[in-house]
Nanobody, 122 residues
Framework: QVQLVESGGGLVQAGGSLRLSCAAS????????MGWFRQAPGKEREFVAA????????YYADSVKGRYTISRDNAKNTVYLQMNSLKPEDTAIYYC???????????????WGQGTQVTVSS
């Protein structure tokens, strides 16, 4: 089993920044994907960003490209999501997830964190 714990959410004004962290524990793995997803009220969960744990390659949703940066520290089993130039439409619960393969599809992810709230005020 893999446990994922997110932190770093909060309330920020539009144009501000936040940095989310996702710490993994339990059974760890050196390959596969770590991803961030988000879900706003009344909307489906959507992909935000993913990073390949071994190669370090990244992939972003168009809505966050150029504003968000995903990174990893394999020694700490931690993944980060730096969010800059935040907009009110970025408001959502952000979830960290882990998959055994390289993927951006939510249903391919095997483990999920409990989520952290990000609220961007206008």
């Amino acid at each position: 089993q893999v446990q994922l714990v997110e932190s770093g959410g909060g309330l920020v004004q539009a144009g501000g920044s936040l940095r989310l962290s996702c710490a993994a524990s339990g059974r760890t793995f050196s390959s596969g994907s770590m991803g961030w997803f988000r879900q706003a009220p009344g909307k489906e969960r959507e992909f935000v960003a993913a990073i390949n744990r071994s190669a370090g390659s990244t992939y972003y949703a168009d809505s966050v490209k150029g504003r968000y940066t995903i990174s990893r520290d394999n020694a700490k089993n931690t993944v980060y999501l730096q969010m800059n130039s935040l907009k009110p439409e970025d408001t959502a619960i952000y979830y960290c997830a882990a998959a055994w393969i390289w993927t951006i599809r939510p249903h391919d992810y095997n483990y999920w964190g409990q989520g952290t709230q990000v609220t961007v005020s206008s």
